[in-house]
Every structure is written in C-alpha cells, then in structure tokens.
C-alpha cells in the first residue's frame, strides 16, 4: 500500500517511523510519503492561509496551494495498476472512521491524506476532487482537534495493522473489537499475564484450566459485561440473532 500525506506539518508523523507502522514500512508493506504543503506556495510567506468569505473567526487554507499539491501527489503516480488515490480528509464535520471503514481502506492500493490546520480547507477543493477521485471526508471523533494530522496518525496505524503481514497473529484481527463479525459491538473483557497471583490479586481460574471450551464462553461473557458497563449503546447495536441462550442471561 501506498500513502502520501500532505500537510504544512510533515514532522508531526515521525510517530510512522517507528513500531508496526515502521516495520511495515520497512519490510516494505507500506510506502509513507510526506510532502510538505508550503512547497506548492508562491510567495515569500509561503502563505496558505486568508481570511473566511463572509467573516467569521479564523483563516481557511487557500485552494490554490492545496490544488497544485494534490495534482503534483497524483502526477507522481501510484503503484502498478492503482489508478488513482482515494483522498481522505479529516475533518470535525466528517462521517464517523470505524472499523469497518478501515477494513475498506485497508483493501485499497492508494491513500491521499489532506490534514488541514486553521478552519479547515477551501471547500471548492473537496468538490474539485470529488469530480475525479473517491473523496471521504471522514472524523475520528466527537471531539475538537487542533488539525487533521493527528487523525491522520489514527487512521493510518488502525488501517497498517489490517494489513496481511504486519500484525504476527491474524487471528488476533479478526478478533478485534468492532471488526465485522461475532465481536462487532463488543468491547474486549480483561486480559492477563504471569504470575498467576499478583499483589494479593490471583489471575481468573477459568483461564487457567486449559478448557478452551469454557474459556471462550468466559471471554464472550466479560465483553458483555463490559460493553454494557462501558458503552451501553453498542448493546443496542448487537444482532439479536448474534446472542445465544448464554448471551442473554449475561
Ligand atoms: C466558529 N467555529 C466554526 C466551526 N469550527 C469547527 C472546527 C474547524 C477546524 C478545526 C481544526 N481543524 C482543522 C483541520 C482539522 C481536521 C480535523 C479536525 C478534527 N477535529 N476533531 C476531529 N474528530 C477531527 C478529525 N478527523 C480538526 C481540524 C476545529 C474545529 C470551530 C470554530
């Protein structure tokens, strides 16, 4: 997979360089590249933002600099037979990031992120795109960042570990919470290590009896348990046809 970021802050994803996304990148799973959005200014400032049409507090990023960035990413051309880049664009009034859409964008073979600052971009440049790419103006929450670049971060550490080969265990994936699947709407119960007794606190003799059997069951109940405590709105969410007799009495 392919990635290109712009952005007028490239040192923010030095975070790339290292853990998962790092060895993905690498054992060459993932091709990052940066580019710095001041590049494609003209003037002595490298100016890339102006004041909003029609007042209102802040600057919004310019549309020409955005526009001759993004032309000059996609001239660069992707990998073999990717055509071009999805462009993804964080943004507070975006559509929510899940799993399940990081399963989609794990599928593709060329990302373009466009992390904006100030107010956010020109508006005429998603809708110059969205006439000749898939445009996804996406938020990773209900929460107000100071740019897009921290989504960026989120976004491609959550898509790099879906990736075949970068995550050891695949199955530790499809078990994740939230993927498709029989944990989707469920959040992960407790997990443990060695020593079975730590401080007086003994490890839950279930999960050392070695009967997977009843392990499992144990597992499921503890994610029920700990979705309703916790997030109670994915109960409402679950397939009823995805509960069992067991689930219920949870
Ligand atoms: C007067 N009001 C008018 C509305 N604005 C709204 C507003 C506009 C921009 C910004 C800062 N910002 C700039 C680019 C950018 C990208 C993503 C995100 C982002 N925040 N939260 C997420 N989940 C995000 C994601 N993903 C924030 C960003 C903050 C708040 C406030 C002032």
Known sequence: MRIDIISIFPEY???L????VGKARERGILDIRLHQLRDWTHDVHKTVDDTPYGGGPGMVMKPEVWGEAIDAVIAQGGPEGAGLPRMIVPTPSGRP???RVALEYAREPWLLFTPARYE????????EYRSRLRVDEVSIGDYVLAGGEAAVLVIVETVARLLPGVIGNAQSVADDSFA???MENLLE???YTKPPVWRGHPVPEILLSGHHARIARWRR???LRRTFEMRPDLIARLDPESLDERDREV
């Open 13 to 15: 994803f030095t975070p």
């Open 17 to 20: 360089e290292v853990s998962l």
């Open 97 to 99: 990031f899940t799993q």
């Open 120 to 127: 956010g971009i020109d508006a005429r440049v998603v809708d």
């Open 180 to 182: 498709p699947g029989p």
């Open 189 to 191: 119960g407790p997990v």
């Open 221 to 223: 109940d503890q994610a």
